[in-house]
């Protein structure tokens, strides 16, 4: 109760400091630069430029689906292929160059301020989380975490977790070794480099047993992270994985 109340104290003071805020610091768009009304979101040509994914979809992972006829259990190649061990996933956007912008002012740019109007996005495309979920982001190692400043992933996790009004699970994961980047880099070579690199946190061993997690990154590539973290949920007794991104690239399977 204390802490909805100091949420909603501090909701009070930033609209009532936003004008000033305004006039300070007119709002623009972060893509392009040009004037719009408010400072949590993109000029109307902006918008546009975001692709969103839409139906049909893969019915296990919700990769969008060429085709008029497509039944609604339908599944992609990959996924036929090889079943996912998480319950679904929720992209925001499909990544491509207004995505991509996006999250690199985020990630890189450091503009943190970003991060209300990429979980609302993201929050869009949930599906209706019945009961109680935890909201876990995707850990970064300390050192990154320390020449970073910030985890984008917990920043979102933050949102969201306010957004829907579940549980923040901010420290659940961890990264117990530093890995390279995975751009490049085949299946099994991923699969190598992330091996024994995600565990739970001490903290989060008795918490996992039996809970739905919603698991939340920025960025969904190859999904070799997301599926790391998932199987390690997994092991660990979780009875529901779904991964929420802000921007998920699909590839031509």
């Not at 009532?16 to 007119?26: G, I, K, M």
């Not at 085709?67 to 996933?89: K, Q, S, Y």
């Not at 918490?207 to 590539?221: C, M, N, Q, S």
Request: proline letters at 6%.
């Amino acid at each position: 109760m204390a802490l909805l109340t100091r949420m909603g104290f501090a909701r009070v003071i930033g609209d009532s400091l936003a004008p000033v805020v305004d006039l300070v610091y007119p709002p623009r768009c972060p893509l392009c630069g040009d004037a719009i009304d408010a400072q949590s979101g993109l000029c109307s040509t902006c918008w546009a430029m975001l692709d969103i994914p839409g139906e049909p979809a893969c019915a296990a992972c919700q990769r969008p689906l060429s085709g008029f006829a497509v039944d609604e259990n339908a599944m992609c190649a990959p996924c036929m292929a090889t079943m996912p061990r998480h319950d679904g996933i929720a992209a925001g956007t499909i990544y491509g160059p207004a995505s991509r912008k996006l999250v690199l002012a985020f990630k890189h740019g450091r503009r943190i301020a970003l991060a209300p109007m990429l979980a609302r996005l993201i929050a869009a495309r949930l599906p209706v989380l019945e009961g109680a979920w935890l909201v876990a982001p995707v850990p970064l190692h300390r050192w990154r975490l320390w020449s970073r400043g910030y985890n984008q992933a917990a920043l979102l996790a933050k949102e969201l977790a306010r957004t829907t009004g579940q549980e923040l699970a901010v420290d659940l994961l961890r990264r117990t070794k530093r890995t390279p980047s995975l751009g490049g880099l085949g299946r099994k070579a991923r699969a190598r480099a992330l091996s024994g690199a995600i565990a739970l946190s001490s903290s989060g061993r008795a918490r996992v047993a039996g809970a739905r997690i919603l698991l939340v990154d920025d960025v969904l590539t190859s999904g070799a992270t997301s599926e790391a973290c998932v199987r390690a949920l997994k092991k660990a007794g979780a009875q529901k994985v779904v991964i929420a991104c802000f921007a998920r690239v699909i590839d031509d399977a």
